[in-house]
């Protein structure tokens, strides 16, 4: 079945830092998104990416479709606060479905 | 606008209850999809209808079942609950045509099972 592979796990970021995540898949598909999800909400869209090479950014957030069509990643720059949370990369099923990776935890460092 | 609202947002069942879960989606919105997140693990998908059928169907047992309604509002069920059901339950609605983007996620029924 398909399968998301996300990383990091986790992380920890101090206010100011550039954050990095990616995901890997390994199946080919034509869609990648990127979710952000608060404690007690509902994921929320961040970006969607249609195409193969697509760079699209969402203010501090910028995401791309690898070429190979089996990866994407995600990077926010500046990082504050509120960019604490879990966020999780989809991609579109045979249903019509989302196929959620397991996510990459974001913390502030103590 | 109201967004994807479900309800309740908090409940505690027994093993072997059954539980009655509630979604209603945005104004306009025809399909809603339900999906289970157990903890630190990102959402599954259970069902989607659209127009009131059965569009699509993951991987659970048949102890999960679902309907929508005509003003396009859903239930999800679960019947002869275990402790592995216990989940945050999302519900999301969409248009159609807008693409797997298109989806908009209500805040989710966390389910507790003891």
């Known amino acids: 079945g398909q399968q998301l592979n996300q990383s990091p796990q986790s992380m920890f970021i101090q206010e100011g830092e550039d954050v990095s995540m990616n995901c890997t898949s390994s199946s080919i598909f034509n869609t990648w998104l990127w979710y952000k999800q608060d404690p007690g909400e509902g994921p929320v869209l961040l970006i969607a990416l249609y195409k193969a090479g697509e760079l699209t950014s969402n203010g501090r957030l910028t995401a791309q479709f690898g070429i190979t069509r089996k990866d994407s990643f995600l990077n926010i720059s500046a990082s504050i606060p509120s960019d604490v949370g879990i966020y999780f990369c989809?991609?579109?099923?045979?249903?019509?479905?989302?196929?959620f990776g397991k996510g990459t935890k974001l913390s502030v460092k103590p | 606008d109201a967004g994807v609202t479900q309800s309740p947002t908090h409940l505690i069942k027994t093993r072997g209850q059954q539980v009655t879960l509630r979604c209603s989606p945005i104004?306009?919105?025809?399909?809603v999809s339900w999906y289970q997140q157990v903890l630190g693990q990102g959402p599954q998908f259970i069902f989607q209808?659209?127009?009131?059928?059965?569009?699509g169907r993951g991987n659970f047992p048949d102890r999960f079942s679902a309907r929508q309604f005509p003003n396009y509002s859903s239930e999800l069920n679960v019947n002869a609950l275990l402790l592995g059901d216990s989940a945050l339950y999302l519900c999301?609605?969409?248009?159609?045509?807008?693409?797997?983007?298109?989806?908009?996620f209500g805040s989710g029924t966390r389910l507790t099972v003891v």
């Open positions: 999301a609605s969409s248009l159609p045509g807008q693409g797997l983007g298109g989806y908009t």
């Open positions: 104004s306009g919105h025809k399909s």
């Open positions: 989809a991609e579109g099923g045979s249903q019509g479905n989302l196929i």
């Open positions: 209808y659209y127009e009131k059928e059965e569009r």
